[in-house]
C-alpha cells in the first residue's frame, strides 16, 4: 500500500518559507535526491500578510508569484483562508507543523512556542527553523513530543541548516558531547571581517543591510541574542541542559572598535564572536563572548557570512563543521531534511 504524502501546515512565509515552497515546486527538477518527496502544503499562515488553505494541497506553481505580485495573501487569492493561526493549528488536518515565524526574545518564543505545543498535544510532528522556542522551552518540548509518540526536529535553527543535530543523533552514537563551540551568526562575523577590511563598525553594519544579511533592526545580531539562542538550543539537546537565552552571560560586538581589531591582527588574532557550551559539574553551562583567536586556529579563518562549530565528545578527537557562504537554500535544506527523516520512517513505519 502506498504511503500517503506528508501534509504540512506551514506558519510563517519569510525568505526561508518562499524558498522552501520554489524548491519544492519550481526549483525540484534541479535537485534529483528530491525525485519521490511530493509533500502537499496543505495551508500557509502568515502574522500580517494572510493566509491559505487547500485541503487537497495548495497550487505551489501559482501561488508563490501571486504572493510577491500582492505582498501577501489577499483575499481575492483563490486559495485565501479567514482561518486564524490557533484555528488553524488546533482543527485543520496535517502531519507536521512547519514552524517559520521570526524568533522573539522579548516574548520569549511565544507565539510560536505555543503554536508548537499546541500541534504537538494533537501528536502532529513539529518541523521548526523559529530558534525561539527551541531556545526558551527545548526540554519541555522534547517530553511533550515523546509524550505523545512524534518528532520535534529543528535542524535548520542553528547554522543554516547544516546537519548538525542530524550528526550528533547518528553519526556519534556512544560518544558523549562534552563541548561545544563557534562562530554561530553570519552577520557579526560578515561585520566583524568587513571591519578588518578597513570599514568602520556603522558602515559594516550597513553594508551587511544592504545585503540582506542583516535585519533593519539588527539588534539580536550585534548584541548577541542570536548567537545565544543558538547556544542554548545546542546545550539543551547536547548536553542535556535546561537553559534559557537570559540565563546565559553575553556580549556582543557593537563595543568593538577599530583600534580593537588593529591591534588584535597586529598581534597575529582576530576578534570572533564565540558561542560556548560545556559540561561543568555534569551541569550544562554557556556563554556567549568575543575572544581573540590566534590566525593558526580554524575560527579564525571563516570570514565573511561562515560559521563553524567544534564539537568535543569523550570518546573522539574534537571534529570542526564548517559552513561557508550559506544561504537561503541552505536554510530551506535544513526543513527539508527534517521532513525527509519524517517521511522516511512514515514510509517505513519504523
Not at 259 to 283: P, Y
Not at 329 to 338: L, M, P, Q
Request: net charge negative.
Amino acid at each position: 500500500m502506498k504511503a500517503e504524502p506528508l501534509r504540512l501546515l506551514m506558519i510563517g512565509f519569510g525568505n526561508v518559507g518562499q524558498k522552501l515552497v520554489s524548491i519544492l515546486s519550481i526549483e525540484k527538477n534541479q535537485y534529483s535526491q528530491l525525485t519521490g518527496f511530493s509533500p502537499q502544503i496543505i495551508g500557509i499562515f502568515t502574522r500580517q500578510h494572510g493566509a491559505v488553505v487547500n485541503y487537497d494541497g495548495l497550487d505551489l506553481w501559482n501561488m508563490l508569484p501571486l504572493y510577491k505580485k500582492h505582498e501577501g495573501f489577499i483575499p481575492a487569492h483563490p486559495e485565501y483562508s479567514a482561518l486564524d493561526t490557533n484555528t488553524a493549528i488546533n482543527e485543520l488536518d496535517y502531519d507536521v507543523l512547519v514552524e517559520l515565524s521570526t524568533l522573539s526574545i522579548e516574548n520569549r518564543g511565544e507565539p510560536a512556542l505555543s503554536y508548537i505545543r499546541s500541534a504537538l498535544k494533537r501528536g502532529k510532528h513539529v518541523v521548526s527553523a523559529n530558534k525561539g522556542p527551541l531556545a526558551f522551552a527545548y526540554r519541555d518540548l522534547q517530553i511533550l513530543a515523546d509524550r505523545n509518540n512524534c518528532f520535534l526536529l529543528h535542524e535548520a535553527t542553528v547554522m543554516d541548516g547544516t546537519p548538525v543535530f542530524n550528526l550528533a543523533r547518528t553519526a556519534l552514537k556512544g560518544c558523549r558531547i562534552m563541548r561545544v563551540s563557534g562562530i554561530l551568526n553570519s552577520t557579526t562575523n560578515f561585520i566583524l571581517t568587513r571591519m578588518e577590511e578597513g570599514l568602520p563598525f556603522d558602515q559594516a553594519l550597513q553594508q551587511a543591510q544592504q545585503m540582506g544579511i542583516a535585519e533593519a533592526d539588527p539588534k539580536y545580531d550585534i548584541e548577541g541574542w542570536d548567537s545565544t539562542a543558538k547556544i542554548c538550543i545546542l546545550a539543551n539537546a547536547f548536553l542535556y541542559g535546561d537553559l534559557t537565552p537570559p540565563q546565559i552571560p553575553k556580549e556582543g560586538i557593537s563595543g568593538i572598535s577599530d583600534r580593537d581589531i588593529k591591534t588584535n591582527l597586529l598581534q597575529g588574532k582576530r576578534l570572533k564572536l564565540i558561542g560556548s557550551a560545556w559540561l561543568e559539574n555534569d551541569r550544562a553551562a554557556a556563554r556567549v563572548v568575543v575572544e581573540s583567536i590566534p590566525f593558526d586556529h580554524p575560527f579564525a579563518n571563516v570570514k565573511g557570512t561562515g560559521s563553524v562549530l567544534q564539537i568535543e565528545t569523550d570518546l573522539m578527537s574534537p571534529l570542526i563543521i564548517v559552513h561557508l557562504s550559506p544561504g537561503l537554500s541552505d536554510s530551506a535544506f535544513g526543513v527539508i531534511n527534517d521532513l525527509l527523516e519524517i517521511d522516511f520512517i512514515n514510509k517505513n513505519n519504523l
